[in-house]
């Protein structure tokens, strides 16, 4: 039977990305399409510059295309007002950035948590927010500050974060980009072996080999469209 349209619920179409410099337009994405069914994982690879962390924001709407359509849930959050486009990110769509990004003065639980302080049901995260410290390996952490805990652990905690509000599209810029080799295979195992990981769809850019190897699907951005891997 043929898969309908229906069943794909994130999904890039067409989207290009020109970005005006004195030199006329520079297109980093030209006519890119992508799409997910929650449990999909897709890693995409290209060298520095070759507009992986663009692809990234423009799916998370933390950027917007120039040309085509972004779609999770059947929404564009780029065609929505920006206060809903916030609170649609907020719910749908968790981050992992190269840099784990948590605030300095705040524990492990504290970090994991802050994506819940919106929320008017933020009480009942403590439990979960918890739990998922648990899963990522540090339930004897969860009071430790970020300067009390290694590269790897902050990375994992980052994790814990965007996992809290269980959000259905999972991101990831460069997971592994500042972690040594056996804590980068650490997130890698957590990222592709999560509880939630048939509910969510997954995709993580990034430069390393050893990490897109990982993947079920894998895509290269080359000469700014994108390419099945090894194609
Ligand atoms: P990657 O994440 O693969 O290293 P990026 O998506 O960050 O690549 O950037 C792709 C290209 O777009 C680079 O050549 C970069 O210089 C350019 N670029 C990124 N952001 C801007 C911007 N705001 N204005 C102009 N050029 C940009
Ligand atoms: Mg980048």
């Known amino acids: 039977m043929m898969q309908s349209v229906d ?3 994130f999904s890039l179409t067409g989207v290009s990305k020109d970005y005006p410099t004195p030199r006329g337009p520079l297109t980093v994405l030209a006519d890119v399409s992508l799409s997910l069914r929650a449990g999909d994982a897709v890693a995409v ?4 510059g070759s507009g992986k962390s663009t692809l990234l924001y423009i799916a998370g709407a933390l950027e917007s295309p120039t040309r085509g359509d972004v779609s999770l849930d059947g929404i564009n959050p ?4 920006e206060k809903d486009a916030a609170a649609f990110r907020n719910e749908k769509i968790g981050f992992v950035f190269q840099d784990h990004c948590l605030l ?6 504290e970090n994991v948590l802050i994506p ?11 439990k979960r927010a918890r739990e998922l410290l648990e899963q990522v390996g540090l339930a004897d952490r969860v009071d430790h500050l970020p300067g009390e805990l290694s590269g790897g652990e902050k990375q994992r905690v980052a994790l814990a974060r965007a996992l809290v509000r269980r959000p259905r599209l999972l991101l990831c810029d460069e997971p592994t980009g500042n972690l040594d080799e056996a804590s980068a295979g650490m997130v890698a195992d957590l990222l592709l072996g999560l509880d939630a990981r048939k509910d969510l769809m997954l995709i993580a850019v990034t430069h390393s080999s050893t990490l897109a190897a990982r993947f079920p699907r894998r895509y290269e951005l080359r000469h700014a469209t994108l390419q099945p891997a090894g194609a």
């Open 45 to 48: 690879t290209g060298p520095s």
């Open 7 to 9: 069943e794909t619920t």
């Open 78 to 81: 780029h065609r929505i007002a």
């Open 104 to 109: 300095p003065q705040c524990t492990a639980l």
């Open 116 to 126: 819940t302080l919106v929320s008017s049901h933020s009480r009942d995260y403590r």
